[in-house]
């Protein structure tokens, strides 16, 4: 019998986003049915359920309806208990026009009923959903087209892509396919999981992000061998988030968070990068008991919902019988040193006698005055420490050690006539290094005769400009030991100081020491540059050590950079309209190219430079009508960027006016087309500008968590009364963005003025000093 409950009220609860309803009388625990009747609009922002539409290979505009949930955002399509602690099955409907559209969801099509509900129109039932949690639904209506293949179980895997790109899926059909295999393998479960894992609250959202952003550089790797992906993770996710995480206003990884602002708040690099990079440091002193818990995890609760002791007490079981003695063998009480308190240890290293070796830790801030407590960590942010490193009595042979957090240091035992030691082999540890100077300089000699892979020497390289920025290091050590880029031929290194050079020649922009600095720089990219030039060609290793040394060499003023940029873009814009800026005879003699795809990386900085110095006006009113027409959103978004780096301020206002048109570009490229406005010096005032006026934006690009990343556009100022009106700021527009994100941006700021008043005048005396690197390059 059905009993039906009398309702007295229905009331909101805007702070957490509930609907909430009050019973007449009070009711005992048990199962009922809450009947809702609600409408929404397609039209009204870019999350939950909403259009979306793209230019097809006619220059037609074509509609699509789709839908985006994570993390908080199914509640915007249907009611529903939008928590991950809560799973649901699902029995969807959606309507569709019956000529031209296709409707897909997470499960096979049940059944379709054509002119229903009306005609011209065709109602497409999908197959009962398992049990799974709101923000992995996903439905859309669109006109795609789709290649498939077949995996070996029998389940086929499609690509799905508009028809005018369907020519582009393939590479993703191929590596998807072959990714899906090996993950079976490796996990020991099948694709697709009957139920997935997911995490009790976000608390844990690490677990799902973190992990996946650690397995994606094993399926890279595993389909393209040759990628070096192992070390590309220092340059994409490791090094990114060691500066974030330098930073007083940085979090753990575990937060615990309750509104959906605070919830949107933590999907950021320390979820997603320091997630990834403290679960690479354990696989690391783990050893293969690592992949054995985690497939233990996995199975255990592949039907429920799990926390991170969950994983912890797995993967503890797993290495219990394989722990080095005198190892302390608890995971969850060694992790939790690195899962809740924020930051990470500088390891110091002093030679107390010759055959001893010190090592003691402590917080690593990129602000050296920064004032903190250590009671508010349970940690007093000390850290257990695996300990990696070689010598130069035996530099093939690793040594592991640990220095736990209630340790007050760490002495080690080496050969008498051991020269140097490195610390925290191939970077695997989520920490910096510090050498005493004369260990830096033998530390240099390695790097200088490529003795250490690339990843030693990319930390070599991070670690000492790290150890400077923070005042734990004469800069004229870190400038001393760039001399070593000279012999350095590979990508990551290259990456990762290109970086470095490229945030000092901007902190340095207003000084005596900014000109000899780029001469400085130009020296030594120089000699790479002309090994390697523009020519789109090499492996995928070389073509990403190409992109950054043109990037370098126009950026430090390289005469030939940027005159081959600027022919190369009057080339571009003066022939008949081709997607790709390149110069006549490279299109003459490269005819089976494909422009399109295979020289993204270096027509993208032909763009900048070539706007930068060949550009005008006419220049870019031609790029912004090729952007207008443009298919590609690769070609769309390096269009963008190159426009936004015209030296001209008249011409990047106008940009700025036209970019807020939707009809022109789309209301999420708005963001992204300010934050390469900022990067132009001609441009960082007027985006500035545009951010203190935020009143006018904050309806519009508001509930976005990545709004909150656009307020560091003034990360590099350097003038002391930006920290000022960037606090007004925010005061005045408390909603504009993330609190968190603010916080960096002014830290940031106060961190670049403290920087530039205690390290330009000694940049500027060493320069002379300096002599011209010199080196052949392959």
Same mark, same amino acid.
């Given at each position: ?11 909101? !609860? ?25 409408? &929404? ?9 909403? !259009? ?18 994570? @993390? ?81 179980? &029998? ?6 892509? @508009? ?76 090094? @990114?988030? *060691? ?82 003695? &005198? ?40 602000? @050296? ?26 530099? $093939? ?31 695997? &540890?989520? !920490? ?81 020491? !900014? ?25 995928? *290793? ?151 006026? *935020? ?76 002599? $011209? ?6």
């Amino acid at each position: 019998m059905v009993k039906v409950v009398a309702l007295r009220e229905a009331l909101s !609860y805007p702070a957490h986003q509930f609907f909430v309803v009050r019973t007449e009388e009070e009711v005992a625990a048990g199962a009922f049915e809450l009947t809702l009747h609600f409408s &929404g609009s397609l039209t009204n922002g870019i999350l939950g359920f909403y !259009y979306s539409n793209y230019t097809d290979g006619n220059g037609r505009a074509r509609g699509l309806a789709t839908t985006k949930f994570q @993390p908080t955002y199914a509640r915007r399509a249907f009611p529903c208990l939008d928590e991950p602690g809560f799973k649901s099955t699902y029995s969807l409907t959606v309507v569709r026009p019956s000529q031209g559209y296709i409707a897909l969801s997470n499960m096979p099509i049940k059944e379709e009923a054509q002119d229903s509900p009306s005609e011209g129109l065709t109602e497409v039932a999908f197959e009962k959903s398992l049990p799974m949690v709101t923000y992995l639904v996903c439905f859309i209506v669109c006109d795609f087209s789709y290649k498939e293949s077949v995996l070996a179980s &029998g389940v086929p895997f499609r690509v799905y892509a @508009p028809e005018s790109r369907l020519s582009d899926t393939r590479y993703a059909l191929d590596v998807g396919k072959s990714v899906l295999l090996m993950y079976e393998q490796m996990f020991g479960l099948p694709f697709p999981l009957p139920k997935s894992v997911t995490l009790a609250w976000w608390d844990d959202l690490w677990l799902n992000e973190g992990f996946a952003s650690y397995v994606q550089y094993k399926g890279a790797a595993h389909v393209e061998p040759g990628w070096e992906m192992g070390f590309q993770f220092l340059s994409s996710t490791l090094l @990114p988030v *060691l500066e974030d995480d330098a930073l007083l206003s940085s979090h753990p990884i575990i937060l615990k968070v309750e509104t959906p602002d605070q919830i949107n708040a933590i999907f950021d690099k320390i979820a997603y990068n320091k997630g990834a990079s403290v679960l690479r440091m354990l696989e690391d002193f783990m050893g293969a008991a690592f992949q054995r818990g985690i497939n233990a995890f996995l199975t255990k609760f592949k039907y429920s919902n799990a926390v991170t002791r969950d994983l912890w007490r797995e993967l503890t079981s797993a290495w219990a019988a394989h722990v080095p003695e &005198g190892t302390k063998g608890d995971v969850g009480a060694i992790m939790d040193t690195w899962t809740r308190q924020m930051g990470y240890p500088v390891v110091h290293v002093r030679r107390a006698a010759r055959d001893t070796l010190v090592m003691t830790q402590q917080r690593f801030l990129l602000d @050296p005055s920064a004032h903190y407590s250590p009671d508010d960590s349970a940690f007093q942010y000390k850290w257990d420490v695996p300990l990696s490193y070689v010598t130069s009595a035996d530099a $093939t042979t690793i040594q592991r050690c640990w220095l736990y957090h209630d340790n007050a240091s760490l002495e080690v035992k080496v050969p008498a006539e051991v020269t140097w030691v490195k610390v925290n082999m191939q970077y695997k &540890g989520f !920490y910096r290094v510090n050498y005493e100077p004369d260990m830096w300089a033998e530390l240099g000699k390695l790097c200088s005769s490529q003795t250490l892979n690339a990843a030693d020497r990319t930390s070599l390289y991070s670690d000492v400009f790290a150890m400077a920025d923070a005042g734990h290091l004469a800069y004229t050590v870190a400038l001393d030991f760039s001399h070593n880029l000279a012999s350095e031929s590979d990508y990551v290194p290259w990456n990762a100081m290109a970086t470095t050079f490229i945030n000092i020649m901007k902190r340095l922009e207003s000084t005596e020491a !900014y000109k000899p600095f780029k001469a400085y720089v130009m020296g030594l990219v120089e000699p790479l540059y002309a090994s390697h030039g523009w020519q789109d060609e090499g492996d995928h *290793l070389k073509r990403l050590l190409r992109t950054v040394v043109v990037r370098l060499a126009c950026m430090s003023g390289s005469v030939a950079c940027l005159d081959t940029a600027a022919q190369n873009i009057h080339s571009w814009v003066w022939m008949p309209p081709s997607p790709c800026p390149w110069t006549h005879a490279d299109r003459e003699t490269n005819r089976d190219l494909d422009f399109n795809n295979d020289c993204v990386d270096v027509f993208v900085q032909c763009y900048r430079w070539g706007v930068v110095v060949g550009g005008g006006a006419r220049v870019w009113e031609v790029m912004w009508q090729r952007a207008l027409k443009e298919t590609s959103a690769t070609a769309i978004d390096n269009l963008y960027y190159g426009m936004a780096n015209t030296p001209d301020p008249a011409v990047l206002k106008r940009y700025i006016e036209l970019s807020m048109k939707e009809e022109n570009v789309r209301r999420q490229n708005f963001l992204s087309i300010l934050q390469y406005i900022s990067t132009n010096p001609a441009g960082s005032d007027l985006v500035w500008d545009w951010v203190r006026a *935020l009143g006018v934006a904050v309806e519009r690009y508001t509930p976005n968590r990545y709004l909150g990343s656009h307020t560091t556009s003034v990360h590099f100022a350097t003038e002391a009364n930006y920290p000022g009106g960037m606090e007004t700021l925010f005061r005045q527009y408390p909603e504009g963005g993330q609190e968190r994100v603010r916080e960096q941006a002014l830290e940031t700021v106060k961190h670049n003025i403290r920087w530039l008043r205690d390290n330009a005048a000694h940049i500027l005396a060493w320069l002379p000093t300096g002599p $011209t690197p010199l080196g052949k390059h392959d």
